[in-house]
């Protein structure tokens, strides 16, 4: 029992207890809300995730109450990111504490056993979770990365020759506009004539929104500001935001490191931007560019 432990193996024993009641309301709840196939996988994990609060609890002796927190966290960035992105969220958490169950496992033997249970269980579980927008993930990337690429590139050549921020916003709206309705064509027939297994419409149309919602963000501020100065500076900002959520969701659903996918993506979007403040100064001085 509980009460014969050291004080620090009490409390770490009744951590596991409390996540394992805070998973079995979670995933129940994400039960509820899905359909078909991942409203039954969720229903199985919830339901495993009360039996581990059970075997806790039988060292224990002590029932313990959710964490209320926790479970409006992961339910408000289970609306917001997806379902995929909430579950790896919490999963992941339990991975880091990975080091704790071996110190408790030196007290308790079958704490190692249940938490190897418990994840090879939840982990074929989870892999079965389907979910469109984690499936369309290459085409969000491919819309992503390329307006980022090109239309940073677009404005900040743009910035440097033109000097009038209105004449800037609506040059980059154009030419995003033009640019997405091109990615969305080329990744349909890109998709069509690979048979990869997805459908080439929604592929492209993943691909299309993306292109054109990072283009707005991006050109608004030359739209609205008078000085385009500080409406470039604003567009790095939004860069830096974009890059950090998208890259977020990205190596959370695809358990792939975040700092390698952000410093690449950030590196290339400022590279670029170098390139293009070259080619705009030389044009400005090579043609004479007054507005």
Known sequence: MVGKLDEDVKNK?????????TEHMVY??????????????????????????????????RDVAPSRLMLLKILLVSRLLGLTFAIKLMEKGEKEAEEVYDKVSAVFPKAREIMRDEREHEEILISMVDEEMVKYVGSLVLGLNDALVELTGALVGLSFTLQNSTLIGVAGLITGIAASLSMSASEYLSQKSEKSGKNPLRASLYTGFTYLATVMVLSIPFLLLPDYRVALAIMFISISVIISVFTLFVSITKEISFRKMFTEMALISLGVALVSFVIGWVARIIFGIEV
């Open 28 to 61: 129940s709840a994400l039960s509820k809300r899905s359909k078909g196939g991942n409203s039954q996988l969720l229903k199985r994990i919830s339901e495993d995730e009360k039996h581990h609060y059970g075997e806790w609890r039988e060292y224990t002796g």
């Open 13 to 21: 024993i009744l951590g596991f207890q409390r996540n394992e009641i």
